[in-house]
């Protein structure tokens, strides 16, 4: 260890000597015993402690002859510590033992008996003590300490002088330091609150410091010195040098400019208490580099890395289908990091706070321009991206698409989700821009402060026009509240809807539990246009025109032109058709908009649990290429079948207009999915929660751009500022805005940063022991969004593959009593059971290959389907001259079906016979010669096959064999 501090001593010479000290016997008090005597003094202070110990230099001290010729600083002595940061020191000596009634004398010392205080050691100047009674105040003179000496004489007779060292603890601190030459001073510099003592010093000499401990000199504390090279006794640990120790003082010694971390351990209960502090030696009056203490660097370093994962989600979260899940996580995160940057950026914000939170971005408080611009080009970025999408759309659905695009990619959707995001900083800048202007007479300046001030009414007003336009939706029955009788759940959709959506996506996660069985997760992007349709249930609850309440999931008819009634129980309705949205809609709000009493027309029920999962019937007008899942399902009396959504555009050129049904919560319209999507978030409970929100993070903003210093005196300004802050998390708690209890977790935890990092900006300065708990603590409640959305992304890696069937479309699975979903399924808007024992038959899973009408050309199309059935697959191909068949074992069945027959408006009541595929056609056989137009099945599989003798004799005989099931013959090349 010897060879090891010789390589790191250098021209910073750093000498720490910690000397053995010990207490006397007399309750704890140090005891000075009288040389040619009996009587002991024993020495207290009253407002502190004293011991006897050692100095804290091993060599010569570099102090003043008078403590030279004292031993002040090197051999024993008594230190006496204050209780508290007082300008003065009083010292109180008594005699032990106690002198008789007799021998008191004049100062109650005894006969021949005089003690002596010398307050300053460089004069003869004596004060007389008196026992048992308190001196006058010894002043500090702005320092940590001062040196006294303790006289006694015996007989007029010198024959005691003992240094006694008095020291005190600034700013309630654990530790001060008191520099032995009298031209530098030791003071805290700095941040308020940062912990830091600047010795300065002025001549080129050895530079010597003593640390006072106050919780080593009364608990079992301990005190750690690191830096600057450490000479003598040393410890190693993760690399660093440190000296350790659990004495009350410690000194340390430098040749010139030099830096410590002291590092105190103070054990109460069991429960460490940490007091981190740098000391810095500097010559002149120069700008201290502070060195970052090891609290700093570990929030930092936490500070860092959650920022890179904040990053890394929202970079992955433009690529994920499930990016709506984290929507509540980043919409949090919005409101509690920023705000927390923001009061991070405040010039006296605590250091621990800078340290945690300096670098996140939409931080910079100084420069309110640079942080405007930052916004404006994160909106700008914004921009370009819709405008990028929107192009890639138009470059996918081909010439025509601009008047079918999607909803979601209207003007205004992608930018209003986007200035939530940004609002709080935005709102920050403007105010700090306002304020700036305003205070300045210049006209310049003014200017300025209008454009702040504007950019602030603007975001102020944003929320009040939303929630404004909301309540006009509402009022006028254009948007209504719709609960699926399946499950429960409500979903705001347009009265009117015109698009579709796929079949959103069931989520399940023994880890994340019901979460991802939520709204928010199921994605569901646009996949087709359709024909209009129209909401005709009824209303489920009475009273008024606010959007709690609720209305039945169905029916859903196509919208029909506007007729008015003359009956008395039906209400004239006019729909949202194109021509209604350009004028309002007057409807008596004080009734539901069809009385409860009116009841649809009863729909034939559905052939299988699977079309009764999909109630609504709906008519395709233009198809999205490449978008994925599900676009709905199609069914025959013998046959359903599911609907890719990337298929539809291969579909539609053989059915223009295709049917399909669908699930109520596909159907879209452009409300809901327009403009203003960003309120009808499904993991929302109401959709002004966008309001509330957007107009809580300005209010944010605009508190934390006029935050008052942290060393304001004015409490009651403190205080209303954290009540204000408390009242909104309380708020929101209340408010319990989403439909999970994960989301709403992360709103609660975001909204609790508020008033959290407004106390620790205000008071963390007065925390020593507890604000490293307080900085973790805030770091959690405001990164718990974060870590969250992160979550979502790396979950959302392991499902980005399309699930089973049963997992993805409900309904979907084997016809029985215990069917997916089946026994909660209904078509009724009353909620009321449907039949719910369907026929047992066989179920045989197949591909449905869709075969188009004559002289169209289209790509095969395979559907996953159920025959229901007896199926018998065979294959049959050419083996040379001869045609040999046998049955298909080694994959799943194909079954020709029309296209026309599967998705158009065609009908087949009756079940087929047989089916024949070839590569390039297929077509379905009846027994029934009227079903096959007129002609026998023989006759019509010979005019398919023409000129393959050879096959068309296996396949008569193949389909001869078996007449109690379908069979589906596929020709083979």
């Known amino acids: 260890m010897g060879s090891s501090r010789g390589m790191r001593r250098s021209s910073l010479v750093v000498s720490v000597l910690v000397c053995q000290w010990r207490w006397a016997a007399s309750e704890g008090e140090p005891v000075v015993q009288i040389p040619n005597s009996d009587l002991q003094l024993a020495v207290d202070a009253p407002n502190g402690y004293c011991m006897k110990i050692t100095g804290p230099f091993q060599d010569k001290p570099l102090v003043s002859a008078a403590a030279e010729r004292l031993g002040a600083w090197s051999h024993e002595q008594i230190l006496c510590l204050a209780d508290a940061d007082l300008p003065e020191a009083s010292f109180q000596v008594s005699p032990n033992p106690k002198p008789t009634a007799g021998d008191h004398s004049d100062f109650g010392f005894g006969p021949s008996v005089a003690v002596n205080l010398r307050p300053r050691i460089s004069t003869s100047a004596l004060w007389p003590l008196q026992a048992n009674t308190p001196t006058l105040g010894v002043s500090f003179k702005d320092q940590a300490a001062r040196v006294v000496a303790l006289q006694a004489t015996l ?377 209009e349709v129209e909401h005709h249930g009824t209303c489920k609850e009475r009273g008024g025109d606010h959007w709690d309440r609720h209305w039945s999931a169905g029916p859903w008819q196509p919208l029909l032109p506007h007729q008015s009634s003359t009956g008395s129980e039906m209400r004239s309705y006019t729909p949202v058709s194109e021509g209604l949205r350009h004028r309002p809609v007057s409807v008596d709000s004080a009734e539901p908009l069809i009385k409860s009493g009116w009841r649809s027309p009863k729909v034939a029920a559905p052939p299988s649990a699977l079309l009764r999962a999909h109630p609504v019937s709906v008519t395709t007008r233009f198809c999205f290429a490449q978008r994925r899942g599900f676009a709905g399902v199609c069914g025959l009396p013998w046959l359903d079948a599911a609907v890719p959504a990337a298929d539809l555009p291969a579909i539609e050129s053989a059915v223009p207009q295709m049917n399909l049904r669908v699930q109520a919560r596909q159907l879209s319209g452009p409300f809901t999915s327009g403009a203003l999507s960003a309120c009808f978030d499904a993991a929302n409970r109401k959709p002004w929660w966008w309001s509330y929100d957007f107009f809580l993070k300005v209010m944010a903003g605009c508190l934390v751009a006029l935050a008052p210093e942290t060393s304001i005196e004015r409490h009651v300004l403190r205080i209303a500022w954290l009540a204000f802050m408390t009242l909104k998390a309380m708020g929101v708690t209340y408010t319990w805005p989403h439909a999970h209890w994960t989301e709403n977790l992360v709103a609660i935890s975001a909204a609790w940063v508020l008033p959290g990092g407004t106390a620790f900006y205000l008071y963390g300065n007065e925390l020593m022991e507890h604000r490293e708990k307080a900085v973790l603590a805030l770091l959690t409640l405001a990164y718990l969004p974060t870590v969250l959305a992160l979550v979502v992304c790396l979950y959302s890696l392991k499902i980005t593959k399309d699930q089973d069937l049963p997992e993805h479309v409900i309904g979907w699975g084997k016809l029985s009593g215990n069917r997916l979903g089946y026994e909660r399924l209904s078509l009724d808007e009353d909620d009321s059971p449907g039949n719910v024992n369907p026929e047992a038959v066989d179920i045989h899973l197949a591909d449905a290959v869709l075969v188009a009408s004559e002289g169209s050309k289209v790509p095969r199309i395979r559907l996953p389907c159920e025959v229901k059935l007896p199926l018998r697959p065979m294959h049959l191909w050419m083996k040379g001259a001869i045609a040999v068949s046998s049955s298909l074992t080694d994959r799943q069945p194909q079954v020709a079906v029309p296209a026309e027959l599967l998705l158009g408006r065609l009908t087949g009541a009756e079940n087929p016979w047989a089916t024949v595929l070839t590569p390039e056609g297929g077509l379905l056989l009846y027994r029934d010669q009227e079903t096959n137009g007129g002609l026998k099945w023989q006759e019509v599989l010979r005019h398919f096959l023409r000129g393959q003798n050879a096959l068309l004799r296996e396949a008569e005989r193949v389909l001869q064999e078996e007449k109690e099931s379908l069979t589906a013959l596929e020709i083979l090349e």
């Open 155 to 531: 007989e007029g007779k010198l024959v005691l002088e003992m240094p006694m060292v008095a020291a005190r603890f600034r700013h309630q601190w654990a530790i001060d330091v008191q520099a032995m030459n009298d031209t530098t001073s030791c003071q805290a510099e700095g941040v308020v609150g940062a912990s830091r003592i600047a010795c300065r010093f002025v001549d080129d000499v050895p530079v010597q410091l003593v640390v006072f401990c106050g919780p080593c000199a009364l608990r079992n504390a301990r005190m750690q010195i690191t830096g600057g090279g450490v000479a003598k006794t040393e410890f190693v640990h993760s690399g660093s040098r440190y000296h350790e120790t659990s004495e009350p003082w410690i000194g340390l010694s430098s040749s010139g400019e030099a830096q410590w971390v002291v590092v105190v351990r103070d054990s109460i209960d069991g429960q460490d208490k940490v007091h981190e502090f740098v000391v810095a030696a500097v010559k002149g009056q120069d700008e201290v580099q502070w060195k970052e203490s090891s609290s700093q660097r570990y929030t930092r370093l936490i500070g860092t890395v959650l920022l890179q994962a904040t990053f890394f989600a929202a970079v992955a979260l433009l690529f994920i289908p499930v990016s709506t899940a984290a929507r509540p996580a980043v919409c949090a995160a919005a409101l509690a990091v920023p705000y927390l940057a923001q009061l991070a950026a405040q010039q006296d914000s605590p250091i621990l706070l800078k340290s945690a939170f300096s670098s996140w971005p939409f931080s910079d408080a100084a420069d309110a321009w640079h942080l405007l611009l930052e916004v404006l080009v994160g909106m700008l970025g914004v921009i370009v991206l819709h405008g990028y999408a929107a192009m890639l759309f138009l470059r996918e659905n081909g010439p025509g698409s601009a008047e079918m695009m999607p909803h979601s990619l209207s003007f205004g959707s992608w930018e209003l989700r986007a200035v939530g995001y940004v609002a709080l900083p935005l709102a920050s800048a403007s105010a700090r821009i306002a304020f700036n202007g305003f205070s300045s007479g210049r006209l310049f300046h003014l200017f300025c402060g209008s454009l702040g001030l504007a950019i602030l009414l603007g975001l102020v007003a944003l929320p009040w026009k939303v929630l404004r336009t909301l309540r006009d939706w509402f009022q006028e029955g254009r948007v209504i509240c719709l609960q699926h009788h399946s499950d429960g759940r409500t979903q705001y959709v347009d009265r009117v809807c015109d698009q579709l959506s796929a079949i959103p996506v069931v989520r399940r996660s023994r880890i994340l539990g019901s979460w991802t069985e939520a709204g928010s997760w199921q994605s569901s992007p646009a996949v087709a246009m359709i024909q």
